[in-house]
Structures are given as structure tokens and as C-alpha cells.
């Protein structure tokens, strides 16, 4: 079940969507107040379930930015675990711009229009690179029952971050989309300066 000193598990629903009908387990954050969301498909409980965790992005989920792959990731992912027949996708909430949220995302994005990479734009602005924190979701895939996880993520960090919370990380299952002229450079700073493994 639920961890009480992290989550709370709200609601569940059905949700429909272009790929299959996923469950929508709403939970909210003990620590925080800010509410996640597992998208499931399938059971989800025991060894070596599909995963991914994918942190909130407006530009890119919502409005299909390209300035970075987040839209593409997300959709990508859920069709991916409706061809695997089961799994999970988190979707984290405050994690807008790696945790910094929206409004200073913004700000970085109009450093970026000036020639900073996303980590040097981050910094002029007296930002961390990345605020993240991964707790909520190793508690929500606690309250799932899943045992192991293949993780969807070119992010050796949330590898870590999981195992660290009890959740082992069987397999690392690469997630890479196209680049395209708009997030080539973005692209390219996280691969050289942020240890994701991208080609």
C-alpha cells in the first residue's frame, strides 16, 4: 500500500486515450500537496513492468513545443506500453523545467534565445540545473505493487533515484526521439553536460 508519510492515493478512473484505455490513479503529495498521476495499463504489479517517469512539461505535453522532446516522450511512451500490454507512466507534477516551474522556465528559454545552453541559463538565474526529486514516485509504484522496473529514460539519474528509494531498475530500456533544428542544441546539453545517454 501507500507510504502515508509521502502519498495518498485520491481517486482512480478509467482514461481513454488514441493509444487504449488506461486507470488514472490520482495521488496527492503528503509533503507538498502537489498531485502525480499513474497512467496504468494492464496489471501493474510484480517484476519487470514497464515504466516511465515523466515530469510535467506544459510547453512540450500540452502546447507540442519543439524546443525540447518532452511531448514526443510522452506520447511515445504510453503507445509503448499499450504494445507491451502493461505498465506504467508517472506523470510528476511540479517538475516543470527539471523543477524550477513554469514562469522560470520561461526565463531560461529567453536566456537560451540569447546563446546559454539550458544549464547555463538555469545557473545565470540563480537556479539549480535540476530540483527534481523522485520520492513521490517510487512511493506511487509501491502502492502499484510493482516489484522491478524497466525503465523508459535516457536519465542515468532517475535510475538512481529509484534504486536508492527500493525500487531495482532490471533493465534501462533507451527512449530517444528525433531531434529536429529547434532542440538539436538542447538535445546535445543534455548528453554532454547532464550524462543522458543519448546518441
Known sequence: MSNPALIEKVSVA???????????????????????????YGDPAGEATLVRLHSECLTGDVFGSLRCDCGEQLHRALQRIVDEGRGVLLYLRGHEGRGIGLAHKISAYALQDQGLDTV?????????????????AAAMLKDLEVATVRLMSNNPKKIAALEASGIPVVERVPHAVQSNPENHHYLATKRQRMGHLLK
Open 120 to 136: 547555463d541559463a538555469n545557473a545565470a538565474l540563480g537556479l539549480p540545473i535540476d530540483a527534481r526529486s523522485y520520492d513521490t
Open 14 to 40: 478509467r482514461l481513454p486515450t488514441p493509444y487504449g484505455v488506461f486507470a488514472a490513479h490520482a495521488y496527492r503529495s503528503a509533503l507538498d500537496g502537489v498531485e502525480h498521476l499513474a497512467v496504468v
